[in-house]
């Protein structure tokens, strides 16, 4: 395993709530990404992070937030949950330099009903 | 356009067959190649990993980059159905930073 957590595994939330996803890595790496993956798109980048408090946007970030306070948690937040968040979330973690690979966690099955 | 295109299948072939998958993309900044397979309700995880251009091969499965045609190749040889998966092609710039991939492209190997 590469040393990622991702926590909750599961959840459904209701349209309009608050919702926080968590990633946690044991690594010390630099980079930490959220991805969405939902059938016929892939894997879509929402946010991606280089360093404590230092994110930027992806290619789908409206209506996700995200923060990184320390090195080894990165969190995705949905301010007010839509039907069309509905998917799996995936946080993945990549060193920096020559070794460039990320590695995924287990992802997440958010459902907003 | 996407930066990177991939067939999302599905693609269905014999036991023993070998396998072609491929990615095109637009961003000539890419160098570093990757190949990630995923099972249903599974993370991905990382296959192939290859930087700038050429061939790289371990056991069954080769990996190419051809940048001159911006185009990425993963063969799986003697294919098994324990190979039926989706496979996601990655790329990113020098340093690290966004990681874009394909859409994936769903794999069957019928024994």
């Known amino acids: 395993d590469a040393g990622i957590t991702q926590s909750p595994r599961h959840k459904v939330t209701e349209t309009g709530t608050p919702v926080t996803l968590r990633c946690h890595q044991t690594?010390?790496?630099?980079?930490m990404y959220w991805y969405r993956q939902d059938p016929g798109h892939g894997l879509r980048l929402i946010h991606y992070?280089?360093?404590?408090?230092?994110?930027d946007k992806g290619e789908v970030s409206d209506g996700y937030s995200v923060s990184r306070s320390k090195t080894e948690d990165f969190l995705l937040t949905l301010e007010s949950a839509t039907s069309s968040q509905t998917s799996v979330y995936f946080c993945?973690?990549?060193?920096?330099?020559?070794?460039?690979?990320?590695?995924f966690g287990q992802g997440t099955r958010l459902t907003v009903v | 356009q996407k930066e990177v295109e991939q067939d999302p299948g599905p693609l269905s072939v014999p036991e023993g067959a070998i396998v072609s998958l491929n990615c095109t993309y637009s961003?000539?900044?890419?160098?570093?190649f990757m190949w990630y397979r995923q099972y249903s309700r599974k993370g991905p995880e990382l296959l192939m990993y290859?930087?700038?251009?050429g061939n790289k091969e371990d056991g069954r499965f080769t990996a190419q980059v051809d940048k001159s045609s911006k185009y990425i190749s993963l063969f799986i040889r003697d294919s098994q159905p324990s190979d039926s998966a989706t496979y996601l092609c990655?790329?990113?710039?020098?340093?690290?930073?966004?990681?874009?991939f394909g859409a994936g492209t769903i794999l069957r190997v019928k024994s």
């Open positions: 993945a973690i990549r060193p920096q330099g020559e070794n460039t690979e990320a590695f």
């Open positions: 690594e010390n790496h630099r980079y």
């Open positions: 992070s280089y360093g404590v408090k230092d994110t």
């Open positions: 961003n000539s900044a890419f160098q570093y």
């Open positions: 290859t930087y700038s251009s």
């Open positions: 990655a790329m990113s710039g020098e340093y690290g930073n966004k990681l874009v």
